[in-house]
């Protein structure tokens, strides 16, 4: 694929993430992003919700994203009862630390495997402030052994996202963070034009406000390389795919749920079906 070839297909490519919520859109934040937010009822039948999803709602590829102990829960149960696990690739299931975290997950794929022996999951452990991403790093093994044990007792796939810095900052922006890398010279450059243009006017707080943007935009290089980390990660488990359908878990809220579908799967579908030309 030529250069020219390799740029229009990153530009064709558009990502659905598709929230099961009655009241929020987390994602609506992502105004000039390829990542399109929808919003799914969850509604007294969380069942019927998922199956027009899957049969109804012309999307080929997605990101479901479920949060909250009860909607969680009823839509996993949903979903195994009606025998839709099958549709996904895999289930994401985002830890920050072990205890509660731990127990939490277990729950969440106990439950799913309750109907699916086979389905595959993924634990995430995200927001760490280790830089490692490196699974086999020991010193990473001791700070979060529950969550490695709990990876190995259930048969899971296990990825690892250090916090990013600066991450609900970037969110003016209307991009994810590895969007932002993509545009960075061109972001940067008009976030120096508005600050120059502001400090003219005197309008200091103006100027202020994306000064702070620009550091989010300089220090989203770094960020990149880690979230590419996790996608090169996800190329060994998935493989090369035509159609993507992930699912993003959790029964509890905080701890990295919205982060992981917002600027790490979403992404990766842009990154996936747009083409690897990382």
Request: glycine share 6%; net charge negative.
């Amino acid at each position: 694929m030529s250069k020219k070839e390799e740029k229009m297909a990153k530009a064709a490519a558009v990502a659905h993430l598709v929230e099961m919520d009655d009241l929020n859109l987390d994602s609506s934040w992502l105004t000039a992003s390829r990542i399109r937010p929808l919003q799914l009822p969850v509604g007294s039948d969380p069942g019927a919700s998922i199956e027009h999803l899957i049969y109804g709602s012309g999307l080929d590829s997605f990101v479901l994203d479920i949060g909250g102990n009860e909607t969680a829960s009823k839509t996993i149960m949903a979903i195994g009862e009606q025998m839709l696990l099958r549709h996904f690739d895999l289930t994401l299931i985002p830890v920050r630390d072990e205890g509660q975290d731990v127990d939490n997950a277990f729950k969440t794929i106990k439950l799913i495997r309750e109907f699916d022996k086979q389905t595959p999951i993924a634990i995430l452990l995200n927001d760490i402030t280790s830089r490692t991403q490196d699974t086999t790093d020991l010193a990473l093994r001791e700070a979060f052994a529950e969550v490695f044990d709990l990876a190995e007792q259930t048969g899971t796939e296990l990825l690892v996202m250090p916090r990013i810095e600066r991450y609900g900052r970037s969110r003016r922006i209307g991009l994810t963070q590895w969007e932002i890398s993509e545009e960075r010279e061109a972001i940067a450059d008009r976030l120096r034009s508005i600050i120059i243009e502001a400090e003219q006017a005197g309008d200091l707080d103006r100027a202020k406000l994306n000064t702070r943007l620009m550091r989010a935009v300089t220090g989203s290089k770094t960020v990149r390389e880690m979230i590419n980390v996790v996608f090169k990660r996800l190329d060994q488990i998935l493989g090369q795919r035509d159609r993507l359908r992930m699912m993003v878990v959790s029964t509890k809220g905080g701890v990295g749920k919205s982060f992981t579908s917002q600027q790490l799967i979403a992404p990766y579908l842009l990154y996936s079906l747009g083409g690897r030309h990382e």
